[in-house]
Every structure is written in C-alpha cells, then in structure tokens.
T-cell receptor, first 113, second 114 residues
Framework: NAGVTQTPKFQVLKTGQSMTLQCAQD?????MSWYRQDPGMGLRLIHY???????DQGEVPNGYNVSRSTTEDFPLRLLSAAPSQTSVYFC????????????FGPGTRLTVL | AQKVTQAQTEISVVEKEDVTLDCVYE???????LFWYKQPPSGELVFLIR??????QNEISGRYSWNFQKSTSSFNFTITASQVVDSAVYFC???????????FGAGTTVTVRA
C-alpha cells in the first residue's frame, strides 16, 4: 500500500492563479480531509469528506473547493491564489471518520507570490 | 466547540532527560478521542497514540507514556530518556463523536541536544 499520496511536493504560484492539489489513498478509507499548517497555529481543517459524493466545510474553507467523485481521490482546488494561502497542505484519510486514526500524506508546500 | 491547548511552545533538553508535554482539552461531548502525532524535521505527520474518553488507563510504549486524566481534561505525553531522534514537533488532537473534525493544538517543539 502506498498509503496517502500527495502531489506536487512543492509549488509556487502567482497571486490570482488557480491550481489543484492532488490527494489519493489506496486504503479504501471513507473519510478524507485537507488541513493547512501555519507556524504557531497547528493544523486547521479546510474541507472534509465522509464518502464519495459528500463533502463539507471545515474551519477555514474560504478560497478552496473540493470534490469527491471516487473513494480514492480528494483534490483540493485553489480558485484564485492569494499570499495568505502560502502554507503547507496535508491530506489525511481514515477508515470511518475523524475519530478514527487519520493517516497523513507527506504534504505540499505552497508559496503564493 | 472543541479546543486543544498545548501551553508549551518549545522545550529543550539534554539527551537522556525525561520530557513531559502538556495537553489540555475542552469538549462538551462525553464520547471523544484524543491523539498524539509527531512531526519530525522531515515534515511528515506520524501517528503515536489514540485513546477514547472511556479508557483512562495510562499506557507505556517503550520510552513513551501517556497520562490521561478526565478530571483535569488533560492528556499528557512523556518521553523517557530522550534521544536526539525525538527532536520534533508534537501535536495533541481531539475528535468528538458528534463532530466530523479533528482539532489540533498548536504543537510543542522538542529539541534534544546531544
């Protein structure tokens, strides 16, 4: 099993550009989530999904979209990048929900100029 | 609403010293789960432990031990005889069963000096 994979590992964008961060898992987990990590603030939930076709907002959803067309994939889209979105982004998955152990991908370091 | 507080921002110790990381949580639910994750300098997040609110039995795993006290809403983590490889950021997290979210503390940076 590859576990949770994320691409790309690094990305630099200009303000206003859009892009998609990819996340995939091969553990047949129902629950998937996206977090951002900023210095001194821990990890904050952006969006999550409890299964294919179902998504919901987390703490900091503004400026981000998600979709879950398959169990395996959970892409995160930045609609119009802003410098405030410079962060490290982690995707995670668990078998049945946030109360299960979540396994994290390696992260994507995004810089918006 | 649920909240996790890790009051210690940074801890620096010399190798072989014990290190205790504090975690205090808030939730209105009676059923919840507590976690500790480790983030080494390489950046990945490594799962360490998960406990549910009905199991207050403290646990020891090698050099790691956890002290869960519902009366004080604390879930502290101790590294015994620390090693340089223990240098990392440690996160405490909480999930209540009524919520589909995992709430993280701000993290404690542990530096172990040789």
């Amino acid at each position: 099993n590859a576990g949770v994979t994320q691409t790309p590992k690094f990305q630099v964008l200009k303000t206003g550009q859009s892009m998609t961060l990819q996340c995939a898992q091969d553990m047949n987990h129902e629950y998937m989530s996206w977090y951002r990590q900023d210095p001194g603030m821990g990890l904050r939930l952006i969006h999550y999904s409890v299964g294919a076709g179902i998504t919901d907002q987390g703490e900091v959803p503004n400026g981000y979209n998600v979709s879950r067309s398959t169990t395996e994939d959970f892409p995160l889209r930045l609609l119009s990048a802003a410098p405030s979105q410079t962060s490290v982004y982690f995707c995670a998955s668990s078998l049945a929900g946030a109360s299960d152990t979540q396994y994290f991908g390696p992260g994507t370091r995004l810089t918006v100029l | 609403a649920q909240k996790v507080t890790q009051a210690q921002t940074e801890i620096s110790v010399v190798e072989k010293e014990d290190v205790t990381l504090d975690c205090v949580y808030e939730t209105r639910d009676t059923t919840y789960y507590l976690f500790w994750y480790k983030q080494p300098p390489s950046g990945e997040l490594v799962f360490l432990i998960r406990r549910n609110s009905f199991d207050e039995q403290n646990e020891i795993s090698g050099r790691y031990s956890w002290n869960f006290q519902k009366s004080t809403s604390s879930f502290n983590f101790t590294i015994t005889a620390s090693q340089v490889v223990d240098s990392a950021v440690y996160f405490c997290a909480l999930s209540s069963v009524s919520d589909y979210k995992l709430s993280f503390g701000a993290g404690t940076t542990v530096t172990v000096r040789a």
